[in-house]
């Protein structure tokens, strides 16, 4: 079994200041690791993915993440934000059964992410 | 290529009802999975299907049901609605090929029981 803690319900931050969004993660078994985006009335958006390699993963929007196994986190970061980027913000894993991902995703609670001009 | 598509977009219902949700993946993809999305309860997982064949389930009563016809359109069924199942359901679609397969999301169906 897989679950997900996000360490920060609410973050506020101003325009153009870094952010760090906190992820850990338990599990298992060996897992694939994501951030998704959702906008208000809309769906999940990818943002990044860690499947292996480098343990540090860019993704769209500018955004970055960095999966560190030993301390089992995968934190979220933006050296700059912009006001478009306010949006709810979600950590998942998903296991990964000898390469072969299944469409069970499991998610943390989620982190609000709002920028302030 | 066309995304996701979920309909209704939004259905109001009363308590003991049932509801019927739709959801057409991406075309070629043949996985689908359903998610509830509550203010408590977050993202929860409900149930995957694969070729008609529901692959994975997560830990929710009966009431809840899926199935998946033979071009990939899935439906996910409520049977006596209570106020707690009041959420956003949101379906996904991959191709389920071998190695990571990206999910994609469409944009939910906002089920509110009165």
């Known amino acids: 079994a897989q679950s997900v803690t996000q360490l920060d319900s609410q973050v506020p931050v101003f325009e153009e200041a870094p952010v760090e969004l906190r992820c850990n993660y338990s599990?298992?078994?060996?897992?694939?690791l994501f951030w998704y985006v959702q906008y208000p009335n809309q769906g999940l958006q990818l943002l990044l993915k860690y499947l292996s390699g480098s343990t540090l993963v860019k993704g769209i929007n500018g955004f970055e993440a960095e999966f560190n196994k030993s301390q089992t986190s995968f934190h979220l970061r933006k050296p700059s934000v912009h006001i478009s980027d306010t949006a709810e913000y979600f950590c998942a894993v998903s296991p990964n059964a000898g390469g072969t991902s299944y469409g069970k995703l499991t998610f943390g609670q989620g982190t609000i992410l709002t920028v302030h001009p | 290529k066309a995304g996701v598509t979920q309909t209704p977009r939004y259905l109001i219902k009363t308590r003991g009802q049932q509801v019927t949700l739709s959801c057409s993946p991406i075309s070629g993809h043949r996985s689908v999975s359903w998610y509830q999305q509550t203010p408590g309860q977050g993202l929860q997982f409900l149930f995957e299907y694969f070729s008609e064949t529901q692959r994975n389930k997560g830990n929710f009563p009966g009431r809840f049901s899926g199935r998946q016809f033979s071009n990939s359109r899935s439906e996910m069924n409520v049977s006596t609605l209570e106020l707690g199942d009041s959420a956003l359901y949101l379906c996904?679609?991959?191709?389920?090929?071998?190695?990571?397969?990206?999910?994609?999301f469409g944009p939910g169906t906002r089920l509110t029981v009165l």
């Open positions: 599990s298992s078994v060996s897992v694939y």
């Open positions: 996904a679609s991959s191709a389920r090929t071998g190695g990571y397969n990206e999910q994609f």
